[in-house]
């Protein structure tokens, strides 16, 4: 039930509105900017209420602009109905239906790096935003908005936003009030600096800005976000968070890192999870984190000690994460500070803070490219997320992978990616459960023998090595064999294995 902790303007009760009626705000061809980062902060009942009236006859279709990948009951719901024409700038393979529309053409994907939408945005190069759908914990006295576990780009879409829905979910815990530091950049050439200088610093506000006059109707919500917890580590990954620790405490060795290390950064998903995890067994601790997305391992390693400063635009609320939020409130706000997208994913920070970026690709090639976003070259899986910001301007820049996947059926490591998302001078150290490639100060050949030496399977190294053998006689700076540079990728699609005698057996990739 919502109350005066909730709505804290008299005038705002005024406001509430059933999300039928909110939904009908919303109309065929319109921008619709939507709140959360990952399925984490996103409002559901009036999208949910959308996608029944466009089952129940209604003619509607619109954009979905988002900080990333959202839950179901946006992304599905409307999908579903076919209530969608256009998708910016992120979405998961976890989202059946949108990424049928998206592989099939029906739905407009514009895959970005997340850290430009913002600006596009607000320099209006992809039209209007119609309407803002805002999920909050409250909404305060001014009509300025104290949100939950996500923060993507909401304060851009409010700024901007014609009509402005406000989802306020009795669900998300008023301890989150405090936890977010909102601000807005000015346009270029009044822009000036962003004073962040560690991890946790505050530059802005804890409450996007808003105003009660702009609000147009407000839903109550008491739906959970589509969160589950995420598997736990197996073999392949504890041995890849182990090389991992291994390579930081090197570094600190050799004076490269200093003993705290510097901000870290890791990417979403269970082996991202499982490789930040692996920092409980490690000799660090004081460690601070400037990430976009901060999971499940993060509220373990600020518990135990390990970290004690985290900075991203969303924390994954799953089932654990509240459990540990609600028994310690205090502890977790002290050291949370979530923030807009544009301002935790940009590169001038990213690089003068010195951040460890550390993310899984869907494969890498001999040469270090690597290809986060399409299977065999033309499938889209997920976007680029937001690897990008972090890999070009990272400080050491980290992929981690198994050298399998399939059930061993598909290399992760190939000769030539299908689809390159992070180019050879984006790229410095892969590690696999085989090894650690390290591939700084090192050209194409050396490279190439490195990665396929230390991360490359024990099935598929001769295959990579036989490759570059025949390449080599090609000469050039970085030799390719334009016939056979596919010839992994086509075995597996004509025979559902890469496993083959060897590359050159036939000009169909042998049997």
């Known amino acids: 039930m919502l109350d005066a902790s909730r709505l804290r303007h008299p005038s705002l009760f005024e406001k509430v509105?059933?999300?039928?009626?909110?939904?009908?705000?919303?109309?065929?061809?319109?921008?619709?900017?939507?709140?959360?980062?990952?399925?984490?902060?996103?409002?559901?009942?009036?999208?949910?209420?959308?996608?029944?009236?466009?089952?129940?006859?209604?003619?509607?279709?619109?954009?979905?602009?988002?900080?990333?990948?959202?839950?179901?009951?946006?992304?599905?719901?409307?999908?579903?109905?076919?209530?969608?024409?256009?998708?910016?700038?992120?979405?998961?393979?976890?989202?059946?239906?949108?990424?049928?529309?998206?592989?099939?053409?029906?739905?407009?994907?514009?895959?970005?790096?997340?850290?430009?939408?913002?600006?596009?945005?607000?320099?209006?190069?992809?039209?209007?935003?119609?309407?803002?759908?805002?999920?909050?914990?409250?909404?305060?006295?001014?009509?300025?908005?104290?949100?939950?576990?996500?923060?993507?780009?909401?304060?851009?879409?409010?700024?901007?936003?014609?009509?402005?829905?406000?989802?306020?979910?009795?669900?998300?815990?008023?301890?989150?009030?405090?936890?977010?530091?909102?601000?807005?950049?000015?346009?270029?050439?009044?822009?000036?600096?962003?004073?962040?200088?560690?991890?946790?610093?505050?530059?802005?506000?804890?409450?996007?800005?808003?105003?009660?006059?702009?609000?147009?109707?407000?839903?109550?919500?008491?739906?959970?976000?589509?969160?589950?917890?995420?598997?736990?580590?197996?073999?392949?990954?504890?041995?890849?968070?182990?090389?991992?620790?291994?390579?930081?405490?090197?570094?600190?060795?050799?004076?490269?890192?200093?003993?705290?290390?510097?901000?870290?950064?890791?990417?979403?998903?269970?082996?991202?999870?499982?490789?930040?995890?692996?920092?409980?067994?490690?000799?660090?601790?004081?460690?601070?984190?400037?990430?976009?997305?901060?999971?499940?391992?993060?509220?373990?390693?600020?518990?135990?000690?390990?970290?004690?400063?985290?900075?991203?635009?969303?924390?994954?609320?799953s089932p654990t994460v509240w459990k540990m939020f609600k028994e310690d409130p205090a502890l977790y706000k002290k050291a949370l500070v979530l923030r807009p997208l544009d301002i935790s994913n940009h590169p001038e920070v990213i690089r003068r803070l010195g951040v460890i970026a550390i993310n899984t690709p869907i494969e890498f090639d001999i040469y270090g490219q690597a290809n986060s976003t399409h299977a065999s070259g033309r499938k889209m899986i997920n976007g680029i997320g937001g690897s990008g910001d972090y890999m070009r301007n990272g400080y050491l820049s980290i992929f981690t992978s198994p050298s399998t996947g399939a059930h061993g059926a598909i290399s992760k490591v190939v000769p030539m990616v299908s689809h390159v998302d992070h180019t050879e001078h984006d790229s410095q150290i892969f590690i696999t459960e085989q090894g650690v490639a390290d591939t700084r100060g090192m050209g194409p050949i050396e490279r190439a023998r490195e990665i396929i030496t230390h991360c490359a399977h024990p099935d598929y190294r001769p295959l990579l090595e036989e490759y570059v053998k025949h390449a080599l006689a090609d000469g050039g700076h970085e030799p390719v064999d334009l016939a056979h540079a596919f010839t992994l990728a086509l075995h597996f699609q004509n025979h559902k294995d890469m496993h083959c005698r060897s590359l050159y057996e036939d000009d169909k990739g042998g049997n």
């Open 17 to 317: 509105v059933t999300p039928e009626e909110a939904a009908s705000l919303i109309t065929d061809g319109m921008h619709v900017g939507v709140a959360g980062f990952t399925p984490s902060g996103y409002p559901k009942k009036t999208t949910l209420a959308l996608a029944e009236q466009i089952k129940n006859g209604k003619k509607c279709r619109i954009a979905i602009w988002s900080g990333a990948s959202v839950g179901p009951e946006i992304e599905e719901a409307l999908a579903q109905v076919n209530g969608v024409y256009e998708r910016i700038p992120y979405y998961a393979a976890s989202n059946r239906t949108m990424q049928k529309g998206i592989n099939e053409r029906e739905i407009r994907y514009i895959d970005l790096h997340l850290s430009e939408f913002a600006q596009q945005v607000d320099y209006g190069f992809f039209g209007d935003v119609d309407v803002a759908i805002v999920e909050a914990a409250a909404i305060t006295k001014d009509g300025d908005f104290v949100l939950g576990s996500g923060v993507g780009n909401l304060p851009m879409f409010v700024k901007h936003a014609k009509k402005i829905i406000v989802e306020v979910n009795t669900s998300i815990p008023l301890e989150m009030e405090g936890m977010h530091d909102i601000v807005i950049l000015d346009k270029p050439p009044r822009r000036r600096e962003i004073p962040i200088y560690k991890a946790s610093d505050r530059i802005g506000s804890p409450y996007v800005k808003c105003g009660l006059d702009r609000i147009d109707a407000i839903v109550e919500s008491d739906i959970l976000d589509h969160v589950r917890d995420l598997a736990a580590p197996n073999e392949d990954t504890i041995k890849i968070a182990e090389y991992l620790v291994d390579f930081l405490e090197n570094e600190v060795q050799h004076g490269r890192l200093p003993e705290e290390m510097l901000p870290i950064q890791s990417g979403v998903g269970t082996i991202a999870n499982a490789v930040l995890m692996g920092l409980k067994k490690s000799r660090f601790h004081n460690l601070t984190m400037y990430s976009e997305i901060l999971q499940d391992a993060v509220f373990h390693l600020i518990r135990d000690g390990h970290i004690v400063g985290a900075s991203g635009c969303a924390f994954t609320p």
